[in-house]
């Protein structure tokens, strides 16, 4: 059979359902005719009301985009086809002079971009059929209002003529007829609108570059609407590859090779007066999930006109209490019911009222705050509509982190200078910047910043995610800013009206006060409440409580449920007792990585300097006993901390060189000081020091003197810290605490390096043994992150307990890429590319997953009973999670901040991999 | 059945034969009682007069030194017992005061290791049974200097005491009694002399660290001849681990875990008289291969006097003249034939004529030059003795290299100084050198020297390897110096004796000349001749002839047989036209690895610099105009001089830093421009090229920005470079040449890199096609030198027709070792320790040949025809070729001199692997 590419959906005139389905379920279709489509033939199938329509498939676009934006064959004739279906099911036709139908040509891609892709409305209308609309219509004004939106829209989104043209011609039409509002101008003045709109079409357009609308040399406005449609659709496909898209899709990790399905609909008009409207909702509360229907509608308006927030809208609730729309207002209520039966979830729907009668433009799962995602994943869950391990499976681990981000601290005193809608939580402090060129500026400059909008638009989003938070003085909490921010999880305050903001003169004054806020003033914001303070207030990281609790503990009960699939663990990174301490809080089981050298920083880089540098055996010695000293203190602090709990200490790590000056520096003061003639006594003192400091340089840090090598060329200093390792687990068994340390050799590469330092490790612990009189049992096992380790784990496991695989290292020896230099070099590069699908070091890349299979398997071939972990900064991302459980790890360990992220991550891994969660009988 | 410790060999006084073989073959039992004890068996077996005795095992030297120099339960029993069948089967007794039964205690490892471990003879003598000894040989004389010897021997090499001690002693008691010789003492002197060794004995002997030997708390020498055994077979243990010996296994790849073996022999005595005598011989000519019998004896002396080159000997062919020693002269002709009769081989023999009588005291396959390797392999096979594949697997191809060496140019006009004898081939210059501590010194300068002595011993080993060649005034072609040398394949002339060598005053002169040589003063040796000369003699590379074109052209046939075995290419890595040429000559089919950065070096480094540095797009264009060039210009070069072979070109490979100055010192320059007070302008300038070479830093440039992520960052350096392969390729097809280029894509990691590359490469081969009419065929492919490419080789098969193994770089990244570093961190410690067995740089590590497998099946699976090779440093390298064969490969490419060296050891790697050599029906 050959590929379709287009499906129907929604009834015609007859109120026979055409809907032809792409797939079984929605999560089938989406793949074909995308979210949108999918929705609007669901929707159609269980009876609610679709203006009819057809959809282009997704794979039609890739296809197009691969033929270098050309059609294969026959598919323009399928498009036409269903057009013509359409007319037939409506008894209008494109066009018609007499009673033409209107259509909304919008993109649908497999996932959810809000506002990146194009869509053009009223398509259909020219000079000719106008008339047909006020004929049928009645409303001349419509008409012409419907035909200069039109022009506009389609010399913008598929001709990329610069809107400004027309808002500038519109604003000088307000003021030569002396209005200040659109709905104030008279049909005559639309009419003369939608000419003006046409000339600027003619000059703008390149009639060169675009034959199909050039008409005896010029470019004039299409008449044709099979044309207009063809041009439209062809806009639309093109705008997945729009830069805005593709930003977006590369935060939020969906592949370019989707496409997007183009969504040819019958217009509805929510601007055909007082009983007309438009809206957007959601069935219950995104931002903290209370079931509540919620959203905003505009009477007499198109639906941009509220996502845009350029009009303040008015609260769903109201609906009902509407004259004209009481009716509309309880069936869409009725409609909420029926949708979140069908769905079991929550959703987002668009909706226009046209003269009374209620249509559905669109329904999706409602994006959501964490918090929300909590609460309504608990709600499903207590009213029997989902089981515990779906409700689990409802909460994206990544977004927990906004709910692990900064809170106003509790106790901190502040003055509210203003307040907006609280639309998306959580707290931010920063400097005001007012374009988004400035907050990427000072992100990268690490300076934290909160982007001040009067609303933000599409072209803004490389500076909300710069930004720790946004602003803006217009928009509700379903304008774009509310959308976006709510989706990257950072704080927005919106439609705070007190705020006048002139941002070409980076100002902003705020009614009701003197103030006047400036380009690099600190401002803090309150997601959660509205709330905006001049100044910094102290933030707090949230405790873990409530349904955030409630939903870790049902992800902590799958993750050790060993009836179904492997028990999989959740440890921390953490070098001192207030990490590990926070780590506990987390609910960590373990420290799955203490990193000793960060125990040398601060004054005790001076000590190992001294060790590094001194040439005498006494001085090396006197070094090592204040080293055995403060480690023996660590260890201690660190013990207790986690009391009963697994700490895996990892033994010195770095090159050497690390503590030491840069001897280029040095160099560069050398030469100073010979200019400036120093003695040649002081001179010399400088050469040594230069001499020595270079003795320590390597030309590949990363691949040199470092790891358990450091601890073979300096045995001593192992023997250090296996000492105090052994010395405080025997200090604290005696005062009756339960320490359990682990020993790890990091950078192994060789069986034969293991065999020899285990060896002294176990002599030493024997020796602190026999002097204490306390028996200790300390596990020795090795980072697994050279590649020769992991082809070789069969050999290594022999003389390991475990295997800590440390994916940064791994990652950077197996692809040959320096951490060190990733920001500066080709990464970046490749990324853009798509030569690199992700950052191999914040998410496991395949190729290095080979490398920690064989480690696994060779692990457990020479060692039935070891124990395997990834100590990684992959190990608190959710999908190296997910291939860390089908690798068969035991645990993962991440940065204290992450560990609850991890802890769902974990038990949704090993949801999906033992058949995806169970459902209610 | 218990482990046995100990196998006896050779008959009684009753003249049955009481061997008791410890294998079915030599080589079996070599591992069991070593390469000599072995040997000795075997002769005995076939019915040559052997001295009997018996051999302790390798195995229980092993486990004396892993039980800490320990006998485990029951061997000294079991030694004892064989002591006593020893002293039955010869009707005599150790110490016995009337007829004392004297033995020599020898080493014995699995491989020859000539002069490195401790040897006792004359053990069994005390204050009585020397008297037995007067009593039956009636020569007082021979009795003392043998007990005298005997405590010499045993406290210098038993209880570590000084040896200068005893030669003192000699010189005294010759000093007064005004002799100049030895054998100018009297048996009264001699009993002397032994009364005095024995009081050095007392006095340097720790009589608290060795308690065995204390009577009334004073070191006496030890009278009881069981305890002489113990402690003679104790230190002979202990000196496999000594220094020198740990070396020469080092030098030698022999495994520290073999152990040597000890043989407990009666003695035989060449010392008695004018009808004893001793000699050491090869059956052929072991320097260049002449069927002759060779080699030294010395009438009336021990054979350490043959060895040690102490005493000028006579050549073996004049035994038979020798008054009293003909009949012994005939029998060791006929023994030497019987000898390789039995062992298809040329063999090296020590034998004794005690009064007449022969006694075979030695034999083993003769270690010969490569030259003679050669001649001796193809006069075995001609006599019908060994077939061709057993002649092809006589030679070693390591030892290739020294016929590959230097020889005096034909050509060259030169002065002989003097001469020595000619005892290891080749031609070396370099400075002259009196120790081996400044010959090692030398050599880490990379200034070539000769170690100049008057005779070598073991504990120069170390200066001999440094040395390019060696010069001796004494000793003959089997001294100590000669052997090694040969071994090592390094020029040797011994035995010069006009040099009088004064090595305190590092002064030599030579005699019948005014010449005064000092240290570092340019002297040249020519080994394959003995000439040595005063200055530098120019030396040239010699050309496959003879003998070793033969072998080789046998080597060819057996690895492009595709009837047994996979057919098995060698293949060269050149840059330059000359280098190719000699690549051909030497064999090779064709160029596996073509590095075009080294085309980038000399006056070219600027062009490239100038593109690096520019920053306008008019200068960048310049330059590549100006590569392209030049480029084209060197692969027409390559191109013809490899005409119809494959010549493999990389892609430009190293970062591109590399080509610019070191930042560091040119930072220190600004300093000094600095504080003399440049002008601003100029020191802004300054600024500004240093910050511009500071952006190319990297820091780990290993891990950077290079190989294929060059061509990527910048695909006008990969335009220009396949432009000038596709342009130089079809300018030669239009002139009728054939060449025949493959494009090799450096450092893949991920398929993505490839495809990208690839297409880029096809792209610009399509446009050169066109523009020039010529059809060009280049296939494409890459290296597969990063871990993550190993493990993903299934991928980017995909992509490629071949892929070249780089082991460099695998090695490199899959240890994570820094090649840059290898010498100044913890490499050569580790090669100390044993954590690594070999320097993976020179020899395939087993852990990185797993990524070569995974490499090579994944290669396959996606392309059933991907052809593969390697063309790292390993491929020149016989032990790593091996590997390569059993991996799976379809060809090594090593350094164009290596080439013969890689085309024999392929066929032995085919050889081995497919059922061993064939023999001859």
Redesign the interface.
């Known amino acids: 059979m050959a590929e379709k590419h287009v499906y129907r959906f929604g009834a015609g005139i007859d109120g026979v359902n055409a809907t032809e389905p792409a797939g079984e379920t929605v999560d089938q279709a989406k793949w074909i005719v995308g979210g949108k489509g999918a929705n609007l033939a669901e929707m159609a199938k269980i009876g609610l009301p679709v203006p009819p329509g057809f959809s282009i498939t997704c794979q039609t676009c890739v296809a197009y985009a691969n033929a270098g934006n050309t059609w294969a064959d026959g598919v323009l004739d399928e498009i036409d086809a269903a057009r013509e279906n359409l007319e037939e099911r409506m008894g209008k036709k494109l066009g018609d002079p007499k009673d033409p139908l209107l259509v909304s040509v919008r993109s649908g891609a497999p996932f959810s971009m809000p506002g990146m892709m194009d869509t053009v409305l009223n398509l259909g209308l020219n000079d000719v059929s106008v008339n047909g609309l006020i004929e049928q219509t009645g409303n001349e004004r419509f008409a012409w209002d419907s035909y200069r939106r039109f022009v506009q829209m389609f010399s913008n989104v598929v001709m990329g003529v610069d809107g400004d043209f027309f808002e500038d011609a519109i604003n000088e039409k307000k003021a030569e007829k002396g209005v200040k509002l659109d709905t104030e101008l008279t049909a005559e003045d639309l009419k003369e609108l939608t000419q003006t709109f046409k000339q600027i079409f003619a000059v703008n357009v390149d009639s060169q570059a675009h034959p199909e609308v050039t008409v005896d040399g010029c470019a004039a406005f299409p008449q044709d609407p099979k044309l207009q449609l063809r041009l439209a659709i062809e806009a639309v496909f093109g705008s997945w590859m729009n830069e805005r898209a593709i930003i977006y899709r590369k935060q939020n990790k969906i592949s370019d090779d989707l496409g997007t399905a183009v969504n040819v609909q019958v217009m509805v008009f929510g601007n055909k007066g007082e009983t007309s409207a438009t809206g957007v909702a959601f069935t219950r509360n995104p931002a903290d999930g209370t079931k509540e229907f919620y959203g905003d509608f505009l009477v007499n308006a198109q639906g941009e006109d509220v996502v845009a927030g350029i009009r303040n809208t008015e609260p769903i609730a109201d609906l009902k209490t509407v004259p004209g729309l009481e009716e509309a207002g309880k069936q869409l209520d009725e409609i909420f019911v029926k949708l979140e039966e069908h769905y079991h979830d929550m959703m987002d729907i668009e909706f226009t009222i046209e003269q009374g009668k209620l249509w559905m433009l669109q329904t999706r799962v409602g994006k959501r705050t964490a918090m929300a995602a909590l609460a309504i994943a608990m709600q499903f869950e207590a009213e029997g509509a989902i089981s515990r391990e779906e409700a689990v499976m409802r909460v994206a681990p990544d977004q927990l982190d906004q709910l692990l981000h900064p809170q106003f601290d509790p106790k901190a005193d502040f003055k509210v200078l203003t307040k907006g809608m609280n639309a998306s939580p959580g707290a931010a402090v920063g400097k005001v910047v007012f374009s988004a060129e400035e907050a990427v500026h000072c992100a990268n400059k690490d300076q934290p910043c909160i982007l001040v909008r009067w609303e933000t638009t599409p072209d803004d989003l490389k500076g909300m995610v710069a930004a720790e938070g946004i602003l803006t003085s217009h928009g509700g909490k379903t304008s774009h800013a509310a959308v976006i921010a709510r989706g990257m999880g950072a704080p927005c305050v919106c439609g705070a009206e007190a705020l006048k903001i002139d941002a070409k003169a980076k100002e902003v004054t705020v009614s009701g006060t003197d103030v006047v806020l400036h380009e690099g003033d600190i401002i803090s914001i309150n997601g959660t409440t509205g709330d905006v303070i001049l100044g910094a207030v102290p933030l707090v990281r949230p405790e873990l409580t409530g349904d955030l609790e409630t939903i870790l503990e049902w992800a902590d009960e799958i993750r050790r449920d060993a009836s179904r699939g492997r028990i999989f663990g959740v440890r921390a990174n953490a070098d001192n007792p207030e990490d590990a301490q926070l780590s506990r809080d987390f609910g960590a089981e373990g420290i799955g990585l203490d990193r000793t050298e960060h125990m040398f920083l601060g004054d005790r880089k001076e000590i190992i300097q001294s060790f590094i540098l001194a040439d005498r055996t006494g001085a090396k010695q006197q070094a090592l006993g204040q080293l055995l000293k403060v480690q023996t203190d660590d260890f201690l602090g660190m013990f207790k901390a986690m009391d009963g709990k697994t700490v895996i200490v990892r033994l010195l790590d770095p090159p050497l060189h690390e503590f030491l000056d840069n ?2 520096d040095y ?2 003061e ?3 000081a ?3 003639g120093e003695s040649d006594i002081q001179l010399k003192a400088r050469r040594d020091l230069l001499a020595r400091l270079d ?1 320590f340089q ?8 470092r790891g358990c ?1 450091l601890g ?2 300096y045995p001593e200093l192992t023997e250090m810290q296996v000492r105090a390792i052994a010395s405080a687990t025997a200090h604290l068994k005696k005062r009756g605490f339960d320490p359990k340390p682990e020993i790890m050799v990091p ?1 192994i ?2 069986v ?2 293991l065999k ?1 330092v285990r060896e002294q490790i176990e002599g030493v612990i024997a020796g602190v043994s026999e002097q204490t009189g306390v028996e200790l049992h300390i596990p020795v096992g090795c980072m697994i992150e ?3 380790a992991a ?2 784990a069969d050999e290594i496991g022999k003389y390991a307990d475990f295997f800590s695989f440390g994916t940064n ?1 791994l990652t ?7 951490r ?2 990733v920001e ?3 990464i970046p ?2 990324l853009n ?4 699908k992700a950052n191999p070091f914040e998410t496991l ?4 997953a ?2 920690v299979k ?1 480690g696994v398997e060779g692990g457990h071939q020479a060692n039935e009973k070891i124990v395997c972990g990834v100590c990684g900064e992959t190990g608190g991302d959710p999908d190296s999670i997910q291939m860390y459980y089908d690798l068969g790890l035991d645990y993962v360990s991440c940065s204290p901040y992450r560990v609850p992220i991890a802890r769902l991550a974990a038990a949704q891994a090993k949801i999906k991999s033992n058949g995806g969660a169970q459902k209610l009988a």
Not at 833 to 836: C, G, H, N, Q, Y
Not at 845 to 848: S, T, Y
Request: aromatic content about 6%; hydrophobic content about 40%; charged content about 25%.
């Open positions: 001897p280029r160099a560069v050398l030469a100073h010979e200019d400036r003795s390597e030309a590949n840090p990363m691949l040199g003197l090598r073979i060329v950078l590469g060789t034969e390096e020899v050279i590649p020769r082809v070789t290292d950077q020896m197996g692809f040959g890429y320096s060190d230099d500066s070099a080709f590069l490749y590319k798509k030569i690199l890349d395949p190729g290095i080979k490398l064989l």
